[in-house]
Every structure is written in C-alpha cells, then in structure tokens.
C-alpha cells in the first residue's frame, strides 16, 4: 500500500478552506446549511467530469465554461435546487452565482466553478443566496470539509468525506474529498457530486487524465437505478503546497497519485452506494472472461440495472435464473453452456445450468448485507466490475412524490 | 373498420382445436390445467417470432428447427417449468413433449410446436408429462380457447383472449388468439406467450411478414420491467378454411388481414401490460418529432423503463423532470430548448421548461388509471409509442422471492 488513509475529507490536503451557510435555498423547513463553498488561497490547476445527459443543468454548463481557466479558486455549490431545465434564466441565475462568489472572494467570475443538486424545473432565489455568498469567507476553515460536505447533501442520510496520504518525492502529498449521493427522496433529486482536492504539484493535463481514469473506476462502476442526473460533477483542484516536483507525463510519481486518488474515489463511490435510497444489501458485480471490454461493461450493467435481480436480492432470493437472462439480453457474446456463476465465491451456475450447491448455502449468502457475484462467461480475458444495490419496497416509496 | 371483434380467442378461426388437461408440472399444490394444446386437423401453413435473448429456452430452440415444416399442426404448452438453463437433457425433454404430443395426435414430430414457462433451470417432471399429454387429445374442443388460454397462465390474474373477424374476397376472415403475460411472482419467471390463428388462405411467406409486423406493433411495444425472457414465443397458424383467394405477395387481401391481424395483437398486448405485476396504471408513451424512427424508439423506451419515471406514475406525481432526465440520458438526439411534454394532451413541458399549467392540474391527470403522456422533441418526423406500468411497491413484493 503506498498511501494511509487519513481524516481531513476535501481540507486534508495542505492549503484548502472549506464552510457553509444556510441560505434555505429548498423551501423546506430546516436551518441545515445548503450553500457550501471550497477555497484555495494559492493558485490551483482544476480538473472535471460531467454528466453526460444531454440535459444539462445550467450551473454544469457554466462550469463546463470555466474549466479552461489556468486558476480555479472557488467551488460554490448549492443543494434544494438543481438549477435544471431553467432555460436562459437559468444561466443567468448560476452566472449570479458566480459572481457573488467571484465578488466575496476577490477573485474573477472565471475562477470559480459552480454546482446545484435538488429540484428540477423551478428558479433558484438566487437574491437570498446572494446575500448568503457574501457570508461564505467568514464560514471558511481549513477542517471546515465536513461542514461543506453536509451542506451538499439532499436525501443522503450521512456526509462522505474521504482522504489519503502518499509520499511522492519524499514528500507527504494529500488527495481528499467530499461526495454527495445518489438520493431522490425529493421528486427530482438525483445527482452526484464530488469535490476532490489535492496538494500535490502536477501538470493540468495530468489531473484531467488522472481524475477521468480515477472517475471511470469509480463513479462510473456505480448505479442505483440506472437513472443519470442532469447535474452530475466532479472538480478536482490541485494547489502544489507539497512541493512535489511537478508530476508532468512520464513521471513516476504519477502511478502513485494515480493510485492514491483511485482509492479515494472508489470510497467515496462506495459510500454513495450504500448511502443510495432504501438500499437494504451492496453487491459487487464481477464480469470475468468476456469477449472484450465492452461486451464486460455491458454484461455487469445489465446484470445491476435489471429490476428483477434486484427485487431478488431484496428478497433473499438466489435467483440466478434472472441473471442468465440479464446475460442473455445484455447484447455481449455469450455462450450459454460456457456461463459460470458464484455467489461469494460458491457456485451456483456451472456450464448454464445449475450447480450441485444446495440452495440453502446461496439462501444463506444473499441474505447477507454484502453480496458478491462473480460471472464468468469463459470466451476471453476482458473483466469489469460494477457496485449496485437491491430495489426495495422503500425505494419505490421513497420515489413516488410527495 | 374493416373488422368486427368476436368471442372465441384462439379457437374463433374455423376448424382449429383447443383443449388443456392438468398434470402438475409445478410443485405447488394446485389442479389447475397447466398444459395446453393447439390442434388443427387440415394442413397449415406455420409463422413465428422468438426471443432475442442469447439464453433460449429448449423449447425455444426446437420450436425454432420445426418453424421450417410446411404443415404444423400442434402447438403444445406448459406451465410452471420454462425448461431453461437445462442444457442437453433440456433439449432432450422438450423434444420429447414434441414426441408425446406427435404420438397422440398421429403427426410428426416436426409438426409439432413447443412451448414452455415458469421456473429456470429446473428439470421438467417429463414422465407425467407424458401421461398426461396422451389424455390431451380427448379434451381438444371446438370453442377450447379459454381453457387452453388458462393452462398457460403463471403469474396471470386473467386468461387473455381476443379475436376478430373481416371479410376477404367476400368470405368471412377470423382471426384470434390466446396470451400469457409478464407476470413473474414466482421465482423466474417471466415469459410471454402468444399462439394465434386464422383461417385465412395465405402464402408461408406472406404469413410470416405479417406476424413479425403485427408483433413488432404490438408486444415490441409492451415493457413493464425491461426485463426480455428466454422464453417469449408467438406463432401464428393459417389453416385456409375460410376459403378465401390464397393471400399472395401483392393482394389487395392482405392489407385487411393485417389490419385485423394487427388489432388482435395490440389487444392481447394490451392485456398483458394491464395484468402486469402489481400495476396500479397503465402509461402510453408517444414519442413524436424525433430525427429518425430508432432515435424515437430509444426516448420512448428509456421513458418507459426509468426506475425513477415509474416509481412516480405509482405516486400520481407529475414528475416531468424525471422525464427530461431520462430523454437526456437515452441516446437520441436532443435540444433541450425544443422539448415539449404533454399529459392527457395538457402542456406540463413547453421548450424544455415548466409550462404555465398548475401543478395540481397535472396531479390529477397521474392521479387517473390511465395515463398518456406525448412527448414532442421538434427535432424531425419520427415518431414511436410504448405502452408501459408503473413501478408499485407490490410489484417488489411480488418478485423479491418466497
């Protein structure tokens, strides 16, 4: 292991000051702070990932807009109202935004990126947030990470903060983060964020290459319902207080921060996932052996989307059946007499068809809280990995409105 | 309206038998009939559509080798076993449902077709099978069609039956059918099944392109969880009793056969989505204005299957946020700004923002059993519809297992 997990979430890193405020941006009746802001007194170079719907909110366009700045400062976001399907007042609200941000800070409107998560389809107050952005210097503290991680949450039940240390160069480098999950308690909810810092010094071509990967291992493996939000970014901000020497290609520091931020990503993912709506069981879906990557990918997704697996996990219920028809429709090669499947490890398909495992054995693994299922297809070496959940009776009630 | 509907399902075309007989093919304890009998005592000519899923069914796969025969005869079919994931010994089972019912009915084997649905990977109880396939033949019966439609039921709450007659060249047409549904309380299963007939006169191959036209407008159209079975078979026999002109490439004939065609299977779709698993309300979705047919076809689909879109139909939640997601997330081309959203023809989405109707205007149409929602993306002439469920706390229960 060439990092220890450390406490400190998206403040860890030497250099990062985080708060929050309540602005009561949601209608709802609560005093939680729901503006948080993150911010580097040193210059930084910035990386990101966005949705990929093509309904995007206005503040992921604006963001998208101010990636290209050589200097990111701030990170503003706010929760109780995405700022989605908001048309032209809607760019112009998370532009505001920015401004007052940019305006409390004494930074440009280009060095701060922007976030919102909640409800679809309504204007945000954005005078009563203005006034509540002008607060935000005052809230900010160098431990202030679980404040900030609090304030992004909507029907997530804890706040998710992780961080790590490496040592690159003989010198300790931290990369941290906050993440907020996969909640839809509210209708309209249904967005990922995560703000990931970092004190490493490292090229801005690197972070961006380095944060893609560590997102596609990460929060690309993972899926509650398959539904993907409007608003979904991650911002990973780089301030060089380490004094590394600059990780430019090649270098080989790089494979550690590489390794380091893979291991924060993959738990913050991991506690988006068991933080998900009504979740009752976390499965690790395994696709070994398949033709290729893609068909691996399409394979372990259809397989974690489809609603009957997860009704039967739910339930308890060992129902490989409807596994081998999520197989069979999901689009990959498949031979069916080739497919194996195990349950923690037993197995309970052999060649498609059933194993001598005693049901009572696979009764007793899916009634398990942590449920891994391995698949191998035996037509290649392509392998992928997805992190989903059960489907519950709460889910559903957890999603049907008011 | 070229045709009219009239009573007697599958056995309403002249000169077609049907009959069901109990044997107990699933463990549980019931008398039920559970195996049904198509029979047609003067040549056919055989058409058929299968399950694209990679994981097929044994009697999918001999079905499959007999549709070749220029005069089927048989169709036999079970309930409570889907004889899936039973390799080599599965296929020697089926084949020996199709020997018993040959023996019984004095035809060869390869006039025979077979069905079966219920539990995966469980071996068929084919000795009793065989026993009671023998008495099949005395139970066969001119206006058979509802028994026969009842032995095929599992989850079903309803036997479904439709059928129509038209007139061809003078003569009367009938055209008629019997369906199971996509019910899946019991572990597995999950099959649709659908056997129709006519006494039409009409060429093999005319006959064909008129069964994968009527299917692909009808059950193509139908989801309620996604989820694609090893098992979903339709086939379609032409006996010529109505002794219409035989219905070759070109003649004018044909396109009120498939009219009527066409409204028999809609309905038996129909049926089948208003049967489905716990289903409070039944939800047509029209996608218009798409560039092209499959962009259409993919917004519609990914409407219908959302988790999220579902689970607030069950609600009564006009939740059109949730369905600008999911038009964002499916792959078709979109502009956001072009975007329009109608419930029961009411506006709820105008150019990708909130209309002016009142919320509580919308509640009360989501609040109805029926729901149609269109969609307009402004984007070209496409246009494509599905008729789908919601997503009920009753449908989980139902399928988390025993």
Redesign the interface.
């Known amino acids: 292991m060439s990092y220890t997990e450390i406490s400190g979430g998206v403040t860890a890193a030497q250099g990062f000051l985080a708060g929050s405020v309540y602005c009561g941006v949601k209608a709802a009746n609560t005093s939680r702070p729901d503006i948080a802001l993150i911010y580097s007194p040193q210059a930084t170079v910035a990386a990101a990932t966005f949705t990929?719907?093509?309904?995007?909110a206005a503040p992921v366009r604006v963001s998208m807009s101010h990636l290209s700045c050589n200097d990111v400062r701030v990170i503003v976001a706010n929760a109780g109202n995405?700022n989605?399907?908001?048309?032209v007042a809607g760019l112009e609200t998370a532009k505001r935004m920015v401004a007052a941000a940019a305006k409390a800070l004494k930074v440009r409107p280009r060095q701060v990126m922007v976030c919102s998560t909640g409800?679809?389809?309504?204007p945000l107050p954005i005078k009563k947030m203005e006034t509540a952005i002008r607060k935000l210097p005052a809230a900010l503290k160098s431990n202030g990470s679980r404040r900030a991680a609090e304030a992004i949450m909507t029907s997530d039940t804890f706040a998710k903060e992780f961080a790590v240390e490496c040592e690159i160069d003989g010198k300790p480098v931290r990369v941290g983060g906050i993440a907020k999950g996969a909640g839809?308690i509210d209708?309209?909810m249904?967005t990922m964020l995560c703000f990931l810092s970092t004190d490493a010094a490292i090229d801005k071509k690197q972070l961006q290459e380095a944060v893609s990967a560590a997102v596609e291992q990460s929060f690309n493996r993972i899926t509650i319902?398959?539904?993907?939000?409007?608003n979904d970014t991650v911002i990973m901000l780089a301030n060089g207080c380490a004094g590394n020497k600059p990780l430019r290609q090649g270098a080989p520091g790089l494979k550690i921060f590489q390794r380091a931020l893979d291991h924060v990503t993959r738990n913050l993912a991991r506690l988006i996932v068991e933080d998900g709506e009504g979740v009752t069981k976390f499965v690790e879906i395994h696709v070994n052996g398949a033709a290729n990557m893609i068909d691996a990918r399409k394979a372990a997704e259809a397989v974690a989307n489809?609603?009957?697996t997860k009704?039967?996990w739910?339930?308890?219920?060992p129902?490989?059946?409807?596994i081998?028809?999520?197989?069979?429709?999901c689009g990959a090669k498949?031979r069916?007499?080739t497919v194996d499947i195990f349950y923690d490890g037993l197995i309970a398909?052999k060649?498609?068809?059933?194993s001598k495992t005693p049901f009572s054995k696979l009764k007793k693994i899916v009634a398990q809280k942590k449920i891994t299922i391995t698949i191998d297809l035996h037509l290649g070496s392509a392998d992928y990995t997805v992190f989903t959940t059960d489907?519950?009776?709460e889910?559903?009630?957890l999603?049907?409105?008011?």
């Not at 319902?225 to 409007?230: A, C, F, K, L, Q």
């Not at 129902?319 to 409807?322: A, C, E, Y």
């Not at 081998?324 to 429709?329: H, N, R």
């Open positions: 990929t719907n093509k309904v995007k995405a989605a399907c908001t048309g409800r679809i389809g309504v839809m209708p309209n249904a319902d398959g539904d993907m939000s409007t489809s609603t009957l009704c039967a739910f339930g308890g219920d129902n490989w059946g409807r081998m028809d999520a197989l069979g429709y498949l069916e007499e398909v060649g498609g068809m059933p489907l519950s009776t889910y559903v009630k999603n049907m409105g008011e």
